[in-house]
Structure formats: structure tokens, C-alpha cells
């Protein structure tokens, strides 16, 4: 079965970077997209991004354009998210979502459990 | 700013159909051809409803329905149960080749 496994919780304090990471498993990791989806504490849902394990590309919202990078390790089936210049309204569950069908497709079915990070100093 | 405005909160009580809209505030959502709709209980990982604006994937409740009219889309529940008490969330795929989502409704049931 499909699993998207997210790395634990973080604390990081502002100014600082924090690299969130997805483990897929259960289907072919090079033929299906991952995005990266924030909630703030009480708020609603943001996209921040894709990348397509094949080859490596992404696209990123403009609102996290020069701050967010997106990788990915083929060896493990793992994607990776990296946010820095963190600040406090960084503070959010992020989550990694898979897209629902191969090569491209315009929704998130399976999920990750989430990732909660606190900017804090 | 979400390019998709929905209302704050929609209530019904059991039995009755609720209809939570979302509007298209910006020209980059393009025509909204890839809408659809995801349910959030909380603490949980958001589920996929809707998509292709009225389609559902395999699985979901036949309660639940999607529509759009002009700039608003809109996801019906019909029969309403306790477990619909949830966060509601249109999104959409841009022309910029982005995904926005839209601002949330908090669905009650009474």
C-alpha cells in the first residue's frame, strides 16, 4: 500500500533552516509527483511546491520563490523540503502530498502524516 | 490572498443537505477546468472528495457532489451526518502551472 512517511517534529529559531523529509513507499517513487503543503496553527491550507522525483524539476509558489528548495534521494524513495530565513509565521504542520495518478496530474491523494515545525526563540 | 474565497462556516443538522461555495477571485485560476474538493477532520491529513469539479474517487460517499456555475464552484453534502463535522477546502490548478487552495469552511453539524 501507498505510505508517505514524514520525519519528526522540529524547533528551529529564526533566521534558521529546517529540512523536512518524506519517505514514499509502496509504488514506483520516480512516477509520480510530491508537493509540499503547509497549515499554520488554526489556519487553512497552502501549496508551496512540487518536484517530480523522475528528473528532479520543480515549481514553487511565488510566495516561497529564493526561500524554499525541493530534493529528492532515488535511492531511498525519499523527497525532501528545505525552508530557511525560518520566522515565526513559519510556524505549521507540513505535509507531503502524492499526486493521485503518473507523469502529472492536478490532485493530492495520498498524504503524509505531517511534519510540525515551531519557529521560536 | 487565496484566489478561491469560500465562506467561513456552513451548518445543517443531521439529515439535511448543506452547499459550501468557492469563488475564483483571480484570473490565474484560468477558467477553473481541475477543481476539487478535500475534507479535513482535525489533526488529520486532508482527504480527496471531489475532483474534475463533480467527480469522486473511488470510495468517497455518493453524498457528497460537486458543481460550478460561471466563477463558483460549489460541493453539495446531502443526507448530513455527524462525521461530515469537518475543514473544507476547494483548490484549484492555476495557468501559472501552480495549485492554490481556497480559504477554508468549517462545516457544523448541529
Known amino acids: 500500500q501507498v505510505q508517505l512517511v514524514q520525519s519528526g517534529a522540529e524547533v528551529k529559531k529564526p533566521g534558521a533552516s529546517v529540512k523536512v523529509s518524506c519517505k514514499a513507499s509502496g509504488y514506483t517513487f520516480t512516477n509520480y509527483y510530491i508537493h509540499w503543503v503547509r497549515q499554520a496553527p488554526g489556519q487553512g491550507l497552502e501549496w508551496m511546491g512540487e518536484?517530480?522525483?523522475?528528473?528532479?524539476?520543480?515549481t514553487y509558489a511565488q510566495k516561497f520563490q529564493g526561500r524554499v528548495t525541493m530534493t529528492r534521494d532515488t535511492s531511498t524513495s525519499t523527497v525532501y523540503m528545505e525552508l530557511s530565513s525560518l520566522r515565526s509565521e513559519d510556524t505549521a504542520m507540513y505535509f507531503c502530498?502524492?499526486?493521485?495518478?503518473?507523469?502529472?496530474?492536478?490532485?493530492?491523494?495520498?498524504w503524509g502524516q505531517g511534519t510540525l515545525v515551531t519557529v521560536s526563540s | 490572498q487565496s484566489a478561491l474565497t469560500q465562506p467561513a462556516s456552513v451548518s445543517g443538522s443531521p439529515g439535511q443537505s448543506i452547499t459550501i461555495s468557492c469563488s475564483e477571485t483571480?484570473?490565474?485560476?484560468?477558467?477553473?477546468?481541475?477543481v476539487s474538493w478535500y475534507q479535513q477532520h482535525p489533526g488529520k491529513a486532508p482527504k480527496l472528495i471531489i475532483l474534475?469539479?463533480?467527480n469522486r474517487p473511488s470510495g468517497v460517499s455518493n453524498r457528497f457532489s460537486g458543481s460550478k456555475s460561471g466563477s463558483t464552484a460549489s460541493l453539495t453534502i446531502s443526507g448530513l451526518q455527524a462525521d461530515d463535522e469537518a475543514d473544507y477546502y476547494c483548490s484549484s490548478y492555476t495557468i501559472t502551472r501552480t495549485h492554490v487552495f481556497g480559504t477554508g469552511t468549517k462545516v457544523t453539524v448541529l
Open positions: 518536484i517530480n522525483p523522475s528528473g528532479g524539476s520543480t
Open positions: 483571480s484570473s490565474d485560476v484560468g477558467g477553473y477546468k481541475y
Open positions: 474534475d469539479v463533480s
Open positions: 502530498a502524492r499526486d493521485r495518478l503518473p507523469n502529472g496530474d492536478y490532485y493530492f491523494y495520498y
